[in-house]
């Protein structure tokens, strides 16, 4: 019963590098979303899809791309770090967009 | 654009007993879905309780229940005989039922953080 799968767990990277959080889902969800954690704000979104090869931007999308090729994959990718990019990461994917929403363990990334 | 405000940084409570976390909501939609979820030391962001704004009834998962006042905009979470595994973040959302576009994303609080005491 894995659900959400996130990875990796923890990364640091250096300033303008690049790199790409993983995140895949085994219930057949058509809705997935990236968030990030940031202290004292909750959980913004970056980018969301609502199917395979449909992707749309959140509240907070710059310096991130991602791609929906497969219903169980969505990548995000960092496309040159910046330190303003610290944060946790959280994957979640639901049923449908108005449903309940069930959360990856969450990559916590730092740049320095 | 809908806000969810959690007025209440930090609780504390002792094992056995009962604390009530605060949330607080606005929006101009008048069906959505409420959420109180938790996030552990693990980071885990695991559903605790949903409430549809359809449903006057509160909801109740075993010790947890909400009070959902509507027209005040409000939804408490109350957790009865608290245990210490009951430590965590615990985060107020807001979803609303519109299908489409952003308007559709979760909206969170900011967190209140509950300490469960001997």
């Known amino acids: 019963n894995a659900g959400v799968t996130q990875t990796p767990k923890f990364q640091v990277l250096k300033t303008g590098q690049s790199m790409t959080l993983q995140c895949a889902q085994d219930?057949?969800?058509?809705?997935m979303s990236w968030y990030r954690q940031d202290p004292g704000m909750g959980l913004r979104l970056i980018h969301y899809s609502v199917g395979a090869g449909i992707t749309d931007q959140g509240e907070v999308p710059n310096g991130y791309n991602v791609s929906r090729s497969t219903t169980e994959d969505f990548p995000l990718r960092l496309l040159s770090a910046a330190p303003s990019q610290t944060s946790v990461y959280f994957c979640?994917?639901?049923?449908?967009?108005?449903?309940?929403?069930?959360f990856g363990q969450g990559t916590r990334l730092t740049v320095v | 654009a809908q806000t969810v405000t959690q007025s209440q940084p930090e609780m504390s409570v002792q094992e056995a007993e009962t604390v009530t976390l605060s949330c607080t909501y606005d929006t101009s939609e008048s069906d959505y879905y409420l959420f109180w979820y938790k996030q552990p030391p693990s980071r885990q962001m695991i559903l605790v309780i949903r409430q549809e704004a359809y449903k006057q009834q509160n909801a109740t998962e075993n010790r947890f229940s909400v009070n959902f006042q509507k027209a005040a905009k409000s939804f408490s979470l109350k957790i009865s005989d608290s245990q210490l595994g009951d430590a965590a973040m615990y985060f107020c959302?807001?979803?609303?039922?519109?299908?489409?576009?952003?308007?559709?994303?979760?909206?969170f609080g900011t967190g209140t953080r509950l300490q469960v005491t001997l």
């Open positions: 219930m057949n969800h058509e809705y």
């Open positions: 979640a994917s639901s049923l449908q967009m108005n449903t309940e929403a069930f």
């Open positions: 959302a807001y979803r609303p039922t519109l299908n489409t576009g952003t308007a559709s994303k979760l909206t």
